[in-house]
Antibody, heavy 122, light 106 residues
Framework: QVQLVQSGAEVKKPGASVKVSCKAS????????IHWVRQAPGQGLELMGT????????SSPQKFQGRVTMTRDTSTSTVYMELNSLRSDDTAMYYC???????????????WGQGTLVIVSS | EIMMTQSPTTLSVSPGERATLSCRAS??????LAWYQQRSGQAPRLLIY???TRATDIPARFSGSGSGTQFTLTISSLQSEDFAVYYC?????????FGQGTKLEI
């Protein structure tokens, strides 16, 4: 079955960086976009960015441009999201989710990874 | 950026009753809308896409309707496992955006 498995929880100090991984299985890795979504404690869902695993092209909302870097390793079917210059308000659960098939239209998110908790604290 | 507004913020319903959740887009998104369920401590799960198509293994008591700017998620005969937070999401424009969620409580 299609599955996304994320790396474990992280605790970081303000100003540091964090890199979260998302390993895909059960489908051809390069044929679907992967999105990164975060959820602050008790809050809603916020898109951080999207990567096309085929060519590695990425897009991020303006809020995250310059702070988020997304990469992929096709040999291990894994995507990575690195967030730098961490602040206390970056404390959140970070999810990866599979998006649309490359070349297709409908871009619902399914499935989602289990989430990675990132805590930013001095 | 398209704003998605959900109402109500919290909906109190009894098991066995019907729940109706609303989602409004700040501009036309045709039928490019998805609904997700998030149970406490879990990742979101896709329920509905294309405004009205149930995702794989989603029970028939979940139904979606609407197009343009107004959308509805209806859950008929609520089960205990349905009490969760529900989010709508548009995928008509970039960036994809979510509503703030509706908490369905007993």
């Amino acid at each position: 079955q299609v599955q996304l498995v994320q790396s474990g929880a992280e605790v970081k100090k303000p100003g540091a960086s964090v890199k979260v991984s998302c390993k895909a299985s059960g489908y051809t890795f390069t044929t679907y976009y992967i999105h990164w979504v975060r959820q602050a404690p008790g809050q809603g869902l916020e898109l951080m960015g999207t990567i096309n695993p085929s060519g590695g092209r990425t897009s991020s909302p303006q809020k995250f441009q310059g702070r988020v870097t997304m990469t992929r390793d096709t040999s291990t079917s894994t995507v990575y999201m690195e967030l730098n210059s961490l602040r206390s308000d970056d404390t959140a659960m970070y999810y990866c989710a599979r998006g649309r098939e490359v070349g297709a239209t409908g871009d619902w998110f399914d499935p989602w990874g289990q989430g990675t908790l990132v805590i930013v604290s001095s | 950026e398209i704003m998605m507004t959900q109402s109500p913020t919290t909906l109190s319903v009894s098991p066995g009753e019907r729940a109706t959740l609303s989602c409004r887009a700040s501009q036309n998104i045709d039928s490019n809308l998805a609904w997700y369920q998030q149970r406490s401590g879990q990742a979101p799960r896709l329920l509905i896409y294309g405004a009205s198509t149930r995702a794989t293994d989603i029970p028939a008591r979940f139904s979606g309707s609407g197009s343009g700017t107004q959308f509805t998620l209806t859950i008929s005969s609520l089960q205990s496992e349905d009490f969760a937070v529900y989010y709508c999401q548009q995928y008509n424009n970039w960036p994809r955006t979510f509503g703030q969620g509706t908490k369905l409580e007993i």
